[in-house]
């Protein structure tokens, strides 16, 4: 075990957390206000609505994150008519189509565990709103969603946590991401086992974290 390779790795993978946490975090930002609104789609009683909402959630739960990726950031650049559009600054980016396809991604989980989130609430809570005078879009955002947050944080934590290990695959569309900088190094030293054992010992103290701070939400919220 070669100690001072792990020692020297370190500080090269903890810079490389900085780009990994910048993934996650915009990632979850665009796609917890995708989840919502296609939780609110999936709601709608109007067939064609939901239907296209609960297609979008099959489609991005049902194929491979990777797939996605490849697909973003491969397939769209093979089609001409996007390179002449303003869209192809984006999409030409590797950083911008990880984004995308994290957003995407996350953003249909977050749709349902919302969606179920926001069908457990009683319908006597509505009633009593209806019944003081409270307007149906004021009790939707004052009452309904802050309701299906609390009893949404047990699974959103998770789907932060996966969301967080699924970051990455951005390594594989030539992002240098914890992951990417670990493949980098192995590729120099021939020590995989040293270097992914610091990278796996990063990704279980962030992990660590986001479990803590959801646990304490949880129970601040509970009351």
């Known amino acids: 075990m070669d100690f001072e390779l792990m ?4 500080p090269k993978l903890i810079g490389a957390t900085v780009i990994t946490l910048k993934l996650l975090s915009v990632s979850l930002i665009v796609g917890l206000f995708i989840g919502l609104l296609f939780a609110i789609l999936r709601l709608n009683k109007n067939f064609f609505i939901n239907r296209f909402a609960y297609g979008y959630s099959y489609v991005f739960r049902g194929t491979p994150l990777l ?24 999409l030409k980016e590797p950083y911008w189509c990880a984004i995308i396809a994290f957003a995407l991604n996350t953003g249909a989980y977050t749709s349902e565990i919302l969606r179920s989130a926001f069908q457990t609430i009683k319908p006597g809570i509505i009633e009593a709103g209806k019944s003081l005078g409270i307007s149906n879009k004021i009790i939707f955002y004052k009452i309904q969603i802050p309701i299906a947050i609390r009893q949404s944080l047990p699974a959103y934590g998770n789907e932060i946590i996966l969301m967080m290990k699924g970051t990455s695959l951005a390594s594989t569309v030539t992002l240098m991401d914890l992951t990417g900088v670990a493949k980098y ?29 959801i646990k304490f939400l949880e129970k601040r919220y509970s009351y």
């Not at 120099?188 to 701070?213: C, D």
């Open 7 to 10: 020692i020297n790795s370190f």
């Open 67 to 90: 797939v996605q990726i490849f697909i973003i950031y491969f397939g769209l650049g093979q089609i001409e008519y996007l390179r002449s559009t303003i869209l192809w600054a984006i």
């Open 185 to 213: 190094i192995i590729s120099t030293t021939f020590k995989p086992i040293e270097v992914f054992i610091v990278a796996g010992g990063i990704y279980l103290f962030m992990t660590f974290i986001i479990h803590n701070v």
